[in-house]
């Protein structure tokens, strides 16, 4: 803050603070407001006086397993539904109210979401008188025989007091009681009744140890803090007949005398670095009904200020602020001490924090939202000061406590630095709409009691001698009382102690003279005279002497007085400091019980999520077992079914191999026996062609069921499958010449030492068929090899013609095969007279029962027009098995 030079006396630096090393916690308090309806879910239960717990309604499952998650918070102490207003201040305001009668400062502010009882807490209602009401009752009525008459002590504007002499304090008051719209007396004021019997007369009380030596006076300030702006609710506004004034929603207001909007104030920072509010109105009262008139006042003001600014009272923080100034009487014990240093003022905040609720909660919008919004930022603000300062003082950090941020904590923060005691008072709404918010006020509760203020000084005292006011009345008592019994003037005689005085003269003699020549009247009074005058002389002298006598006993008696004093003194400054060693160790003996108690409870607490963790590892172990022994079930299960379905399937396999086995041999058989018929008609067209006539043999047919041959698996690869040919199937002519041939000999084949070797001309050689090949020519012949019956190789022709496709590729379409074998003379001979009864082992036929001549003729003979093994087969290897 920048300050403008002037010339005057420099600013003495600040007074240091006297360092304290004891701190105590921030003393929160709980209280619980009752239901609104019988039926209504209540989510807190109070365990005990120092403990609360949360349940989650009904609506709001916060575990994983679906049950109910309940919390346990603790604080200083826990006020239940019965708990009375009177039970409430006597734990928890009343040492703050002490604490300022002696000089120390302190810090009350309610805690908690819209609708939980804080106004009511602070402020009460008739007959049940809140915090703030019985605060100042408790005041006056400790500092009621020993207040200052008005305007003795007077406001500097730089939150500092001031004393005037008693003529200025006379010329104040005379200028109050010439004002007609202030009464003259409290007696004649006519009572609000919204405040008329806020506390009844039994439930009066007083602090203890008030300094009679001292003389007091109140004054009281309210303001309030909306939006981060600061108003000061009792400040008079001049009246501007001919300006017009205007409401929040910027039109005209009916007349200039219904509201005038205030003017926000500014913080600034005294000479002892304590903040305050610059021009904010003091008024200084006199009894408990003045001062909560003046309340009363400034809520009214604020009640009119929310329906013109259309803005509700839960937006804005209100705070009530008590300065009590005390200075000591001079030495005589009859006025005020015209000292400035010897001036102590303390002062005692009572705050009603805006509500601590989700701005989606308000359903607010346009400025609600925002105000919303800004209150949300202070208590926000109040929150990261807490954590900050409970971060230095657990972890040792020096991090900056952003005090600044709002207008609530830069007003406050002296208070965190040491400079009172800090309680707060959490007040909860049981219903169960605000578990969330709750919830979100006791995490910030139970985080505030773990920050620690200093403790505050005791300020030093005047150093005059103690029970001046005592003295001083006494001896004003003593004087009414001899004034009394001496009596005053009564038909114009002389007081009683001027006649005894007068008596112990001599007598005048007689004054009348007889004429012109009486010489012996005036001689004769003149000597009388004298007389008197030398024995008044005489007293004069004796009473000097007596006084001087008396004076120097009561000197005496005053040294030996002022010495016991003194000692006295010394006696009692050595009491008091065992006192406070006493007190300290009482304190840290409290401390330590507490702690103590703080960490059994948290071991308590520890043990019960303990056994709870224990529980769910029990159970989630028990699920695991009987999981994993499921789980082993099932695999055995599983395998068994493998097991069965390998089974199955291996059953299912046998049995399709033996049926495709069949139809195999079945389809190998019906070829043979086609091929064996086109063998014999191409034997006997050969011999009609060659010899003219052909000898008409009936061959005999073998039978079907004893003379199967098994399928023998071919060597070489299967020829080419084929596709649809674009033409009608048709025999060519063997003789016609000059086709061109596409020779497909497998890499695979044998080369036999045969005399007869296959050779075609004018042929294009492959191992393996392809379009470029089958392109160029029109026939195509695989040279193909196998192991015959007899365990000779075999070598077989098979011939097709190549044909176009519909889409453009090649086909192949075989018309012919060729055989070329070698056979031993032995085995051939012995094969041929074996008869086609014999079967294998398996009642199937041997392999070459069917092989001579004779049987091959007979089963040609017998091939029927017509049959599906005709000339268009396309290749030589097994049938494409169908699918069952």
Not at 30 to 42: H, I, K, S, Y
Not at 815 to 831: F, G, H, M, W, Y
Not at 857 to 878: D, F, I, K
Request: hydrophobic share 30%.
């Amino acid at each position: 803050m920048i300050r403008q030079a002037k010339g005057k006396t420099p600013r003495r630096p600040p007074p240091k603070k006297t360092s304290n090393n004891q701190k105590d916690p921030v003393g929160v308090y709980c209280r619980v407001r009752p239901l609104g309806a019988d039926d209504e879910e209540c989510c807190i239960e109070v365990i005990s006086n120092t403990t609360i717990q949360l349940h989650a309604p009904d609506g709001l499952k916060a575990n994983r397993n679906g049950e109910y998650k309940e919390t346990q918070y603790s604080f200083k102490k826990v006020f239940g539904i019965k708990t009375t207003q009177k039970e409430l201040f006597e734990d928890v305001a009343k040492p703050l109210v002490e604490d300022l009668i002696h000089c120390k400062n302190g810090l009350l502010f309610t805690y908690g979401v819209t609708g939980s009882g804080k106004t009511h807490t602070m402020t009460g209602s008739p007959g049940q008188g809140g915090l703030l009401p019985r605060s100042l009752d408790m005041i006056f009525n400790s500092i009621g025989p020993y207040q200052a008459k008005r305007y003795v002590f007077k406001p500097d504007d730089k939150n500092g007091m001031e004393v005037q002499n008693q003529v200025d304090a006379l010329l104040d008051r005379q200028k109050r009681d010439s004002q007609s719209a202030v009464p003259k007396t409290p007696n004649t004021r006519r009572i609000d009744p919204e405040f008329a019997d806020m506390i009844s007369p039994e439930d009066a009380c007083r602090a203890d140890g008030v300094d009679e030596d001292s003389s007091y006076s109140v004054f009281v300030s309210y303001i309030e803090i909306y939006n981060n702006y600061i108003y000061d609710l009792l400040e008079e506004t001049p009246f501007d007949p001919i300006k017009p004034k205007w409401n929040g929603a910027g039109t005209p207001l009916r007349n200039n005398t219904e509201f005038i909007p205030p003017q926000s104030k500014i913080l600034r920072e005294d000479q002892n670095h304590n903040m305050y509010v610059a021009g904010c109105t003091e008024v200084e009262v006199k009894s408990t009904e003045e001062a909560f008139e003046v309340f009363w006042r400034g809520q009214k003001k604020r009640r009119i200020a929310n329906t013109q600014l259309n803005r509700e009272s839960s937006r804005s923080h209100s705070v009530f602020i008590v300065k009590l100034a005390q200075a000591p009487l001079d030495a005589d014990g009859d006025n005020v001490l015209q000292d400035k240093n010897q001036v102590n003022v303390s002062q005692l905040c009572l705050v009603d924090l805006a509500g601590s609720e989700r701005t989606s909660r308000t359903r607010a919008e346009g400025s609600r939202l925002r105000e919303a919004g800004n209150i949300n930022q202070s208590l926000m603000t109040l929150r990261t000061c807490i954590e900050v300062l409970r971060e230095n003082q657990m972890c040792g950090t020096n991090k900056m406590v952003p005090y600044r941020d709002s207008k609530v904590t830069h007003l406050f923060k002296n208070y965190f630095d040491g400079e009172g005691k800090v309680r707060m008072v959490v007040c909860v709404n049981p219903k169960a709409d605000d578990y969330e918010e709750t919830l979100l006020v006791m995490r910030f509760a139970e985080m505030t009691q773990e920050v620690e203020v200093a403790r505050p000084v005791d300020r030093p005292i005047c150093g005059y001698t103690a029970g001046r006011r005592q003295r001083n009345q006494a001896f004003k008592d003593e004087l009414t009382r001899r004034l009394e019994e001496r009596g005053g003037p009564v038909d114009g005689e002389f007081p009683t102690v001027l006649n005894q005085l007068l008596q112990s003269f001599p007598p005048l003699p007689p004054c009348e003279v007889s004429g012109p020549n009486d010489d012996v009247t005036l001689p004769r009074l003149i000597e009388a005279l004298e007389k008197r005058h030398r024995v008044r002389q005489m007293m004069i002298e004796e009473y000097n002497k007596t006084a001087n006598m008396l004076k120097s006993v009561l000197q005496e008696q005053d040294s030996n007085i002022l010495s016991k004093e003194n000692f006295i003194h010394e006696q009692r400054g050595k009491l008091g400091e065992k006192d406070k060693m006493i007190q300290n160790q009482k304190n840290e003996i409290d401390r330590l019980e507490k702690k103590s108690k703080m960490l059994e409870y948290k071991i308590d607490i520890l043990q019960k999520t303990t056994n709870i963790y224990e529980e769910d590892k029990r159970s989630l172990q028990h699920e695991l077992e009987s999981r994993e022994q499921r789980l082993q079930r099932e695999m055995s299960e599983k395998r068994r079914m493998e097991s069965r379905m390998q089974g199955i399937v291996t059953d299912a396999k046998l049995k399709w191999e033996k049926e495709c086995e069949r139809r195999v041999n079945a389809k190998q058989l019906e070829m043979q026996n086609k091929l064996w018929v086109k063998d014999e008609k191409l034997k006997q067209l050969k011999a009609i062609v060659t010899e003219g006539k052909t000898e008409n043999r009936q061959p005999q047919r073998p039978s079907r069921e004893k003379d199967k041959v098994p399928p023998k698996r071919s060597a070489s690869p299967s020829p080419v499958p084929t596709g649809p040919a674009v033409r009608p199937l048709h025999r060519r002519s063997h003789s016609a010449g000059g086709e061109r041939w596409v020779d497909h000999t497998p890499s695979t084949n044998v080369d036999l030492d045969t005399v007869l070797q296959p050779n075609i001309p004018n042929a294009i050689k492959v191992n393996a068929p392809n379009e470029k090949a089958l392109s160029k020519c029109d026939k195509y012949v695989l040279t193909h090899q196998e192991v015959a019956s007899d365990g000779e190789i075999q070598t077989k022709l098979i011939k097709g013609e190549v044909f176009r496709t519909r889409g453009g590729g090649q086909a192949v379409q075989f018309t012919d095969i060729e055989t070329l074998k070698q056979e031993n003379p032995v085995v051939a001979s012995s094969s041929r007279k074996r008869r086609s009864s014999e079967s294998g082992p398996d009642g199937e036929p041997m392999e070459g029962d069917w092989t001579d001549v004779e049987t091959r003729c007979s089963v040609a003979l017998e091939m029927r027009a017509g049959s599906n093994l005709g000339p268009g087969y396309q290749h030589h290897g097994y049938t494409k098995r169908r699918k069952p």
